[in-house]
Each structure stands twice: as C-alpha cells, then as structure tokens.
C-alpha cells in the first residue's frame, strides 16, 4: 500500500510567521507534489518535483518555496506567511510503474491569523 | 493550457440508484490521461479509476465507470447503486502526456450527498 506521510497535521501561525510542512513517502515513487485545497478552487499544484534536488514550479507558487532534500522527503517552505495562506495543504508522490496514479497524504491544515 | 471544469457542484441521491457527475477538459496535447478521485468525509483523497485518452473503451472499477466522450473533451463518472459510503467530493484530474510535466490537474469537484 502506497504511503504518503504529512506533518504537521495541524499548525497555527502569525502573520509574518515561518512555517514548514513536510512530507514523506515510502512509496519510491520519484515524482512528488504540493496542492493545496480551498473552497472553490478545487486543488491547485504549487510545487513539484521530478526527484533529489530537482523542483518545478506550479500553478500557484507565490509566496512558497519547496525542496526535495532526498527521494522519500519534500518540504514546502512559507518564509512569510500570510492568512491568504489559510489552506489545506495536501502532498503526493507518483510515478510511471504506478501510471502515474497520485497517492495522497493526510492534509496539513495551516491557519495563519 | 489545459484546464479541468466541473460544474455541478452538489447532487443528492438516494441509495441504491445511479448517479452522474460531469467534467470537460481543455488540452492541446493528442495524449492525455483522465482520472477521478474520491475524498471522504475525513479529508481523504483516494484514486477511483482512470481513462487514457487513446483508449476507446470506457473504464470500469467497482461499481464506477467512465463515460469518456472524446470529440466532446468530455469524461462522466457514474457510480451504480450507489451507497451512503458513496457521499463524498469527487474530483476529476487530468494530465497531459508531454514529457515535460506529470502534475495533475484538477476540477473543483462535485459534492454528493446519498441518503436513505
């Protein structure tokens, strides 16, 4: 079964605040993403990454940084974070030999006040 | 640049019919890849099922299937007596098949409520 795992799950934060959501999977999958959720939206890619070092930008990057510091780890990075940053943010990993099928991690709830 | 809409926003059924959700997609691509997923109550995101646009039959898991109409940019989900495990958000997602990208794209999703 494919593993995707976040933290954390919870966070409150300040405006202005530093925060980091990681995630790891266990699945050797060697394509890993960040979306993150709001109502109406849907999901929307802020960043992506094809494997160790390598990040793609996505849709929605203003405001986040991401690193892929090994295959299994991928960290999104809110340097200043901001309430238009109140989201669920959710991590995935995929790869080809799973045809590319995303497997979801939990969700990390940020609230920035 | 592709896009994925979905514009039901909320269906309510009872148990044990059928229900229909829609989605169209934009792509300029000749290949592509469609998929759907479920997200439970708890904040779940689960894979259903997928079509790949070069295929013609329709996928089928479960009791999901596609109806996957080309010319019209077109991929339904139906899912067949339904349960109140059913009542969920679903989302439609899409990839397209360039070498450069494998990020989905998503709708917004389609809320559906089953009752008894």
């Known amino acids: 079964e494919a593993a995707v795992t976040q933290s954390p799950r919870n966070k409150v934060t300040v405006t202005g605040g530093n925060v980091t959501l990681s995630c790891r999977q266990t699945n050797s999958h060697n394509y890993m993403y960040w979306y993150r959720q709001d109502t109406g939206h849907g999901l929307r890619l802020i960043h992506y990454?094809?494997?160790?070092?390598?990040?793609q930008i996505g849709d929605v990057p203003d405001g986040y940084k991401a690193t892929r510091t090994t295959q299994e780890d991928f960290f999104l990075l809110l340097e200043l974070a901001s309430p238009s940053q109140t989201s669920l943010y959710f991590c995935?990993?995929?790869?080809?030999?799973?045809?590319?099928?995303?497997?979801f991690g939990e969700g990390s709830r940020l609230i920035v006040v | 640049a592709q896009k994925v809409t979905q514009t039901q926003t909320s269906i309510s059924v009872v148990e044990k019919t059928t229900v229909t959700m829609d989605c169209v997609y934009e792509?300029?691509?000749?290949?592509?890849?469609l998929f759907w997923y479920k997200q439970t109550a708890s904040g779940e995101i689960v894979f259903l099922i997928r079509?790949?646009?070069?295929?013609?039959e329709n996928a089928t898991v479960g009791h999901y299937s596609l109806n996957f109409q080309k010319p019209k940019s077109s991929i339904g989900l139906i899912i067949t007596a339904t349960q109140i495990e059913d009542s969920a958000v679903y989302f439609c997602?899409?990839?397209?098949?360039?070498?450069?990208?494998?990020?989905?794209?998503f709708g917004t999703g389609t809320t559906v409520s089953v009752s008894p």
């Open positions: 997602a899409m990839r397209e098949g360039y070498q450069g990208g494998r990020a989905l794209i």
């Open positions: 079509q790949d646009s070069y295929k013609k």
């Open positions: 990454s094809y494997g160790a070092g390598n990040l």
């Open positions: 995935a990993s995929s790869d080809p030999s799973s045809g590319n099928t995303l497997y």
């Open positions: 792509t300029r691509d000749s290949s592509y890849f």
